[in-house]
């Protein structure tokens, strides 16, 4: 229960008790002990063996004493108490054979030899009697820290105070501000806290608070468990520290001063701003029952269809004219609710505008605004604007909260374009499955000539079965084209109306220079029904863009790209260099080297 350490050799008594599973170092300073190094003192203990021994009143007869041992007035007396039980040993001074020392045992009747490296160990230095863990409150426990900073820019030396609890497994601030926090910040920022230790014990001579900073200390972090919380003091930065940066610190209650690595708590010099939720639009996306984007006077609105929980639609307003609505993409539609769902604050700017801060940045006249309803309850509104003037920066709150939030600009406007057709499904069409591709052409419009004319016999299931009988150089294009045709997909759309050309920026013209018509068949009463299907394209204007339009569909789009690749192994002509056919490659004609230059001759005026 208790372990008492005196003697000459030890300078100051050293005192342990036995506090539930664990020790604490009572003299000279109180502090948790050491585990490990209090089971070694007693293991060395309860196996003590003995080399030799001796009774007391033998040595007496031969005019010895106590003190020709050094027991008289020993280097180490060692005290072991146990509920009722009292053990006192002294040890005393070497023997002159053998690396043993002489122990004077209980009752004071015999004297042992034993080995000096069992005695050595008791004689631990007390930087190994001390624990170098700060916190004894697991992390799993904490429910709670609190935080009281010294305020570097305030002229009194105020104290800003945070507080974090945790309820329900989710982290939130009760102070200086009611918000969320990120509990993944949360917990590495707690662990890191339970896990610091000391780095150096201070020497109780080298004690000054008022110099060490602990009257009037840089933090207080108080760490709250299960009915229980203990509090560090951090004060002054250590300026004798060697490598990484100290601060001086101690617990409250506890004189007890040292020195622990200062990163993890500077770290929280802001945490009322880095732990924050900067996800500030968190909603379950599938309750989401409609989407409205508006800037100044144009609105899109995004529904979601009740035939489906995958399948929306896109209509827009512009000078409240309503325009017709057209089916939404479904992968589009599926980032843009994970974007705005996962959408992050770059900084907090205020908790608490005033009505002229409001003004001052902006949402007096918001740039954008998106609102979100839901199946049931309040719909979620995100407004977004900047300074006037300023075209750098971008600011958010929503109706939810009366914080400011200051995002990426140009990332946060590029996740919710104002324009319809950036919704639209990129399907532009999809033939039923019974459908079946009779014929194809593609035409050069400015020659009127046919690139292709192919008509697929009647007996002849598939495409492919016909283009490998007709040993087509162009099969594999030409099998691009249908299938492009089937399941018709545009990169993006341009114009939601048909026009005879493209005009890029009012410098660029592009006309129509080539046509792609399918005859189809559909299956329907006694005889199948013949439809066509036409559409136009541009020439090529780079490797990943060409433009494309259909009447039947009155829209302007741009080509995907498997089609761009099919339409330009059709139209262009590309000569293979002789090595690519195994075709004799030519020696080129030599070159008639220059004549060597001849020196101008400069004439006298």
């Known amino acids: 229960e208790r372990i008492e350490l005196h003697g ?19 003299e000279p300073m109180k502090w948790s002990a050491n585990y490990f190094a209090i089971n070694r003192i007693l ?23 106590l003190a020709d041992y050094g027991l008289e007035d020993p280097l180490l007396e060692l005290i072991v108490v146990n509920k009722n039980e009292r053990i006192s040993l002294s040890v005393g001074t070497l023997t002159e054979i053998g690396n043993n020392v002489y122990l004077l045992g209980p009752e004071e009747r015999r004297i042992f030899v034993v080995n000096r490296q069992v005695i050595d160990g008791l004689i631990t230095d007390l930087n190994d009697l001390r624990t170098r863990e700060i916190f004894d409150i697991p992390v799993f426990e904490v429910d709670a820290l609190g935080l009281q900073i010294r305020s570097a820019s305030s002229a009194d030396g105020s104290l800003l105070k945070v507080r974090l609890a945790r309820s329900n497994g989710t982290w939130s601030f009760e102070a200086p501000v009611i918000a969320k926090a990120d509990p993944a910040l949360v917990e590495n920022t707690i662990n890191a806290l339970t896990t610091s230790k000391v780095r150096r014990f201070l020497k109780e001579e080298d004690n000054d608070p008022v110099l060490q900073g602990l009257e009037s200390p840089l933090m207080r972090v108080t760490v709250y468990g299960n009915r229980r919380h203990q509090t560090l003091i951090i004060g002054n930065l250590d300026t004798q520290a060697q490598g990484e940066p100290e601060y001086f610190a101690k617990l409250e209650e506890n004189p007890a001063m040292f020195t622990v690595i200062a990163q993890p708590f500077n770290a929280l010099l802001e945490a009322q701003k880095e732990l924050r939720e900067r996800n500030f639009m968190k909603f379950d996306r599938n309750k989401v029952s409609a989407i409205n984007i508006s800037e100044k006077g144009q609105k899109i609105r995004l529904q979601k269809l009740e035939s489906s929980n995958e399948d929306w639609q896109v209509m827009e ?13 479904p992968s589009i539609m599926d980032s843009l609710l994970n974007d705005l769902s996962n959408l992050r604050a770059s900084s907090f700017v205020t908790d608490a505008p005033t009505p002229n801060e409001d003004v001052s940045l902006g949402f ?40 400011i939030y200051q995002l990426e600009r140009q990332l946060t406007l590029s996740m ?3 324009e319809a057709h950036h919704y639209r499904n990129r ?5 039923p499955t019974a459908a079946r591709i009779s014929s194809i052409e593609l035409i050069d419009l400015g020659s009127d000539q046919h690139i292709i004319n192919l008509q697929l016999p009647d007996d002849v299931k598939e495409w492919s079965t016909y283009l490998l009988e007709e040993e087509s150089s162009n099969s594999s294009s030409v099998l691009k084209l249908l299938n492009s045709a089937v399941n018709f997909k545009v990169k993006n759309y341009l114009l939601d109306s048909f026009t005879e050309t ?33 559409y136009l394209f541009s020439e090529r204007i780079s490797g990943t863009r060409q433009i494309g339009g259909s009447r039947e569909k009155d829209v302007v789009f741009e080509v995907s790209q498997a089609l761009i690749d099919a339409l330009y192994e059709l139209t262009h002509d590309m000569t293979l260099p002789p090595e690519a056919t195994d075709r004799l490659v030519t020696n080129p004609s030599e070159i008639e080297p220059i004549a060597n230059p001849q020196p101008m001759s400069l004439s006298e005026d």
């Open 317 to 329: 307003t512009k000078d409240n004219q309503e325009i017709r609505p057209h089916r939404a993409d």
């Open 8 to 26: 000459s050799g030890l300078g100051n008594p050293r005192i342990l008790e036995r506090q539930g599973s664990t020790w604490q170092l009572i």
């Open 502 to 534: 493209y005009e890029i920026k009012s410098d660029k013209i592009y006309p129509w220079i080539f046509r792609l018509v399918v005859t189809i068949q559909l299956p329907g009463g006694e005889t199948n029904r013949t439809e066509n299907r036409e």
């Open 427 to 431: 399907t532009l069409e999809k033939l």
């Open 416 to 418: 919710i374009p104002i």
């Open 364 to 403: 007096n006249r918001p740039i954008r605004t998106v609102s979100l309803s839901f199946v049931e309850g309040e719909p979620l509104t995100l407004t977004l604007a900047h300074p006037k003037d300023d075209n750098e920066t971008l600011f958010a709150k929503t109706n939810q909260a009366n914080f």
């Open 43 to 65: 293991n060395q203990l309860q196996f003590l063996e003995e080399e030799a021994s001796f009774l007391v009143d033998e040595i007496e007869n031969t005019g010895q004493t």
